[in-house]
């Protein structure tokens, strides 16, 4: 009794469930002490303060109060250290290509972090081993969390895809069951119908059963076809084929179109023209940006502009990609 | 003969000196761009953008160039047919609902160094390059378009106009008034738009040319006699307030997301002197375009109007 009514009493302002039933505990992850809300805001609302319980000397800060999930403390500790290490250590096996040991050895790693974080082994040298990897590793995490959210949202789409599925399924399934009712009902009707005009009632009830097989419905050859694509899970292929990697071309900055070739070579100090070295020396030339070596360029570029360029050859390649 | 090979369907836009309609062209199908110039108004000939435009654009080819399919007159109004792009990179700037990753970022800036290299081979200046002009194709390329400012590098005493570009993407020497600058300031421009691209606002909006030039320094520090030696020549330098160069960590933070190598191309763009700036060539073959992640694929890059 006396654990239960602690349970549902704020330590700091004796506050209980029972008179106050709107009360909501926070804790916050320094030093996981239960507050409750109104004690958070009356104590942190001016800035970091000391934590209220006697003896514990942490200082918090009231953006970093949460609701408590975990019954047991020591869980809810270990679930947080969890997931801020696995949102820096985000790797999954598809990274390690395949190479099992490296997967595990760096799953072990992890959880060795996990472990002193959460039993405050070398907590300051675990933090700057998890910031240094977090630092260079940023690219690649980035491009993690990316890829996790993608397949959660892969994952989701296919449920939705086999619900529907699913649904159609069972739809056309009732259909067909109906109509076997109505074909049977039809049967029985035409064998008696026709019983009461021919003779021979073993060859009347044959080939009235033999019409009925040949109505063979609409819905269970829709069905067929829809048993016929959930085998092959259409949408598995298309996530795969997603998330391979893509066989590009090699990255190119220029898309190969660059003119390393050239048929010159600028010297820097062979061309003797008065009037632009002149201009090299104005001031308000050089504030520009204006530089001798451009225009020298420029003009060697137009002057070999063209050579080797066969009119004949370029117009059939243009006639060839259709263009006039 | 040549007036029925294009239909006009839809009126899209209307500029100071052009219509632009949206059309296909008979032969082939295809969805075009026909922008229609009003020549009577205009008593002394054709608006230059217009020449501009066909001058340029008839001498380019290239995937991230707007396509000039062809030129006709109609009704003594000059006729150009453009490629038919929807969209543009200020809209997907402006969505708050679509979101870039970093590759999405690398993939654009790519594909607009590839189309300001292709130009400044050619000797061809943009002189406007904004977000609001990097058109998007339906499969995701990404295109320079309005080549109304474009000029071409004349004889090198040629004075060149300083107001050229949208203010907020205008090089410094520009706005200290300069009239011999070089592809330079093309470079500042993607600069700018690489930093909007990240922030999602613009990043030096200036509210007047005085206004541009406090904020451009404001944000990349004065510069000094040091690092750019004939700064001096400019009648407006000695007027300008003096603000110390930020730091690089004041850069890493006012860009959270952006990697080292992609703080060291933006500032390399970025770099006051014209002389240091760095060049189409240096900006495409720097580490950031190596690194990871790599770039999206075009078809793959974020559309307007939902995935």
Request: proline content about 4%; charged content about 30%.
């Given at each position: 009794?006396?654990?239960?009514?602690?349970?549902?009493?704020?330590p700091?302002?004796?506050?209980?469930?029972?008179?106050?039933?709107?009360?909501?505990?926070?804790?916050?992850?320094?030093?996981?002490?239960?507050?409750?809300e109104s004690?958070?805001?009356?104590?942190?609302?001016?800035?970091?303060?000391?934590?209220?319980?006697?003896?514990?000397?942490?200082?918090?800060?009231?953006?970093k109060?949460?609701?408590?999930?975990?019954?047991?403390?020591?869980?809810e500790?270990?679930?947080?250290?969890?997931?801020?290490?696995?949102?820096?250590?985000?790797?999954t096996?598809?990274?390690?290509?395949?190479?099992?040991?490296?997967?595990n050895?760096?799953?072990?790693?992890?959880?060795d972090?996990?472990?002193?974080?959460?039993?405050?082994?070398?907590?300051?040298?675990?933090?700057?081993?998890?910031?240094?990897?977090?630092?260079?590793?940023?690219?690649?995490?980035?491009?993690?969390?990316?890829?996790?959210?993608?397949?959660?949202?892969?994952?989701?789409?296919?449920?939705?895809?086999?619900?529907?599925?699913?649904?159609?399924?069972?739809?056309?399934?009732?259909?067909?069951?109906?109509?076997?009712?109505?074909?049977?009902?039809?049967?029985?009707?035409?064998i008696?119908?026709?019983?009461?005009?021919?003779?021979?009632?073993?060859?009347?009830?044959?080939?009235?059963?033999?019409?009925?097989?040949?109505k063979?419905?609409?819905?269970?050859?829709?069905?067929?076809?829809?048993?016929?694509?959930?085998?092959?899970?259409?949408?598995?292929?298309?996530?795969?084929?997603m998330?391979?990697?893509?066989?590009?071309?090699?990255?190119?900055?220029?898309?190969?179109?660059?003119?390393?070739?050239?048929?010159?070579?600028?010297?820097?100090?062979?061309?003797?023209?008065?009037?632009?070295?002149?201009?090299?020396?104005?001031?308000?030339?050089?504030?520009?940006?204006?530089?001798?070596?451009?225009?020298?360029d420029?003009?060697?570029?137009?002057?070999?502009?063209?050579?080797?360029?066969?009119?004949?050859?370029?117009?059939?390649?243009?006639?060839?990609?259709?263009?006039? | 003969?040549?007036?029925?090979?294009?239909?006009?369907?839809?009126?899209?836009?209307?500029?100071?000196?052009?219509?632009?309609?949206?059309?296909?062209?008979?032969?082939?199908?295809?969805?075009?761009?026909?922008?229609?110039?009003?020549?009577s108004?205009?008593?002394?000939?054709?608006?230059?953008?217009?020449?501009?435009?066909?001058?340029?654009?008839?001498?380019?080819n290239?995937?991230?160039?707007?396509?000039?399919?062809?030129?006709?007159?109609?009704?003594?109004?000059?006729?150009?047919?453009?490629e038919?792009?929807?969209?543009?990179?200020?809209?997907?700037?402006?969505?708050?609902?679509?979101?870039?990753?970093?590759?999405?970022?690398?993939?654009?800036?790519?594909m607009?160094?590839?189309?300001?290299?292709?130009?400044?081979?050619?000797?061809?200046?943009?002189?406007d390059?904004?977000?609001?002009n990097?058109?998007?194709?339906?499969?995701?390329?990404?295109?320079?378009?309005?080549?109304?400012?474009?000029?071409?590098?004349?004889?090198?005493?040629?004075?060149?106009?300083?107001?050229v570009?949208?203010?907020?993407?205008?090089?410094?020497?520009?706005?200290?008034?300069?009239?011999?600058?070089?592809?330079?300031?093309?470079?500042?421009?993607?600069?700018?738009?690489?930093?909007?691209?990240?922030?999602?606002?613009?990043?030096?909006?200036?509210?007047?040319?005085?206004?541009?030039?406090?904020?451009?320094?404001?944000?990349?520090?004065?510069?000094?006699?040091?690092?750019?030696?004939e700064?001096?020549?400019?009648?407006?330098?000695?007027?300008?307030?003096?603000?110390?160069?930020?730091?690089?960590?004041?850069?890493?933070?006012?860009?959270?997301?952006?990697?080292?190598?992609?703080?060291?191309?933006?500032?390399?763009?970025?770099?006051?002197?014209?002389?240091?700036?760095?060049?189409?060539?240096?900006?495409?073959?720097?580490?950031?375009?190596?690194?990871?992640?790599?770039?999206?694929t075009?078809?793959?890059?974020?559309?307007?109007?939902?995935?």
């Amino acid at each position: 009794m006396d654990d239960d009514e602690k349970k549902d009493m704020c330590p700091i302002c004796k506050t209980d469930r029972y008179l106050s039933p709107d009360m909501k505990f926070l804790v916050n992850p320094e030093c996981y002490h239960k507050i409750c809300e109104s004690c958070v805001d009356r104590i942190f609302s001016l800035g970091p303060a000391q934590c209220p319980y006697e003896g514990c000397d942490k200082i918090l800060r009231k953006n970093k109060f949460k609701t408590q999930v975990f019954d047991d403390v020591g869980v809810e500790k270990e679930v947080d250290i969890r997931k801020r290490v696995s949102n820096v250590f985000n790797k999954t096996m598809d990274d390690f290509d395949g190479d099992l040991a490296a997967y595990n050895k760096y799953l072990e790693e992890v959880e060795d972090i996990i472990y002193n974080l959460n039993n405050g082994v070398d907590v300051a040298k675990t933090e700057e081993k998890l910031r240094t990897y977090e630092d260079l590793n940023k690219q690649l995490i980035m491009s993690n969390m990316k890829r996790n959210r993608q397949d959660l949202e892969n994952f989701e789409q296919q449920q939705k895809f086999e619900k529907e599925m699913r649904l159609k399924k069972r739809q056309l399934e009732r259909q067909i069951e109906e109509e076997e009712v109505a074909n049977r009902e039809w049967a029985r009707r035409e064998i008696v119908n026709q019983l009461s005009k021919a003779e021979d009632a073993e060859d009347v009830v044959a080939s009235v059963k033999k019409t009925v097989k040949l109505k063979k419905s609409s819905a269970r050859r829709k069905l067929e076809d829809l048993n016929k694509v959930l085998k092959n899970n259409p949408f598995m292929m298309v996530s795969n084929g997603m998330l391979k990697k893509k066989e590009s071309v090699p990255f190119t900055p220029f898309n190969g179109d660059r003119d390393l070739q050239k048929r010159y070579v600028l010297s820097e100090t062979a061309y003797h023209d008065p009037f632009i070295n002149d201009l090299q020396n104005k001031r308000e030339f050089i504030a520009s940006g204006f530089r001798a070596d451009f225009v020298y360029d420029r003009m060697l570029t137009e002057a070999f502009m063209g050579l080797g360029c066969m009119v004949i050859d370029e117009l059939q390649t243009a006639q060839l990609n259709g263009i006039h | 003969m040549l007036r029925n090979e294009y239909t006009k369907e839809k009126r899209v836009g209307e500029g100071t000196y052009a219509v632009v309609y949206l059309g296909t062209k008979q032969s082939n199908n295809r969805k075009i761009a026909i922008k229609e110039i009003k020549t009577s108004g205009f008593k002394d000939g054709l608006d230059m953008s217009a020449i501009r435009e066909v001058k340029y654009l008839q001498e380019m080819n290239h995937v991230n160039v707007i396509e000039l399919v062809d030129v006709f007159m109609a009704q003594n109004n000059l006729n150009l047919v453009l490629e038919f792009l929807p969209a543009d990179l200020e809209m997907i700037i402006k969505d708050q609902s679509i979101l870039f990753t970093p590759a999405d970022i690398k993939s654009w800036l790519l594909m607009t160094l590839r189309g300001v290299h292709h130009c400044h081979r050619n000797f061809i200046l943009h002189r406007d390059l904004k977000p609001n002009n990097l058109l998007l194709g339906p499969d995701g390329q990404l295109k320079l378009a309005d080549f109304g400012l474009a000029r071409n590098l004349g004889s090198p005493q040629d004075l060149l106009t300083s107001n050229v570009v949208t203010r907020w993407y205008r090089a410094p020497e520009l706005l200290f008034g300069a009239r011999h600058y070089t592809g330079a300031i093309d470079m500042w421009s993607v600069g700018v738009i690489f930093a909007e691209l990240m922030l999602r606002i613009p990043y030096l909006p200036g509210k007047d040319d005085v206004d541009q030039i406090d904020v451009t320094f404001r944000a990349l520090g004065t510069p000094t006699d040091k690092d750019w030696p004939e700064i001096s020549t400019f009648s407006a330098y000695n007027k300008i307030q003096f603000y110390p160069p930020p730091s690089r960590d004041e850069l890493r933070k006012r860009f959270i997301a952006a990697t080292e190598n992609a703080l060291y191309l933006m500032s390399g763009m970025l770099s006051l002197n014209p002389h240091k700036r760095w060049d189409s060539i240096k900006a495409l073959t720097s580490q950031y375009f190596v690194e990871l992640p790599e770039p999206t694929t075009p078809e793959e890059l974020p559309k307007l109007g939902g995935k």
